[in-house]
């Protein structure tokens, strides 16, 4: 418990150093001025609809297994994706608040297991996931099919396995699952992460770019 708060507050006061919130402000309607009178419209930041979705959603997802009977207990995340969608100085917060969500809609769910979950669901995947991000974009430069193959499916499934073997060996086993068996199953729920990410991104790519902060046209299409 204590280990894992320390990498949630970690991250929330890098995460606020940023100033994350400016993401989420109003910016000029096409077309308008910049100012904020009659003649400078403004509209809602895009990002407001994938955060919103976020912290609706994903608590259910994520308190999922607390909340039903079933002998492997198993159990996605959406971290990388929301890293996809808002960033990681704003996905860090979000996640949070997402785990403190569960907490709130299961009646078996602690507040000590959802720090752990804030930690090895949210915070430690959505980071790998800022690095692998970073690592590609050095290496191979701004490219559509390494953004969706590389980042958001094949980058999903390594981040996840990383962040859940790290949890297997912080003492954080999977319930109904046989410890001899725990790698492979976390290796496997990887691949589900991977397929959600991937294909929703996809989609995001083509008809709702402005809901990925990660993502320019300028940049990946060469416009």
Do not use: K, N
């Amino acid at each position: 418990m204590p280990f894992e708060a320390a990498i949630v507050l970690l991250a929330l006061v890098a995460a606020f150093a940023t100033r994350p919130w400016r993401l989420l402000a109003a910016r000029p309607a096409s077309g308008h001025g910049a100012g904020t009178g009659t003649d400078g419209a403004r509209t809602a930041s895009p990002l407001l609809t994938p955060l919103l979705a976020t912290l609706v959603f994903l608590p259910w997802l994520w308190a999922l297994p607390t909340l039903h009977a079933m002998p492997l207990q198993l159990q996605l995340s959406g971290a990388c994706l929301v890293v996809l969608m808002l960033g990681w100085p704003l996905a860090v917060p979000a996640l949070v608040a997402v785990a403190a969500g569960a907490a709130l809609v299961s009646p078996t769910l602690s507040w000590s297991e959802a720090v752990g979950m804030a930690a090895w669901q949210g915070v430690v995947p959505a980071t790998f996931a800022l690095l692998l991000g970073a690592l590609l974009r050095r290496l191979t430069g701004t490219h559509l099919f390494v953004y969706v193959l590389g980042r958001a499916f094949l980058g999903t499934a390594l981040c996840m396995f990383a962040a859940g073997s790290l949890a297997h060996w912080a003492g954080h086993g999977l319930p109904g699952v046989d410890p001899e068996l725990t790698m492979v199953a976390r290796w496997l729920m990887a691949w589900g992460d991977a397929v959600v990410t991937g294909m929703l991104c996809a989609v995001f790519v083509a008809f709702r770019p402005e809901w990925l902060a990660t993502w320019s046209d300028r940049l990946y299409l060469q416009r």
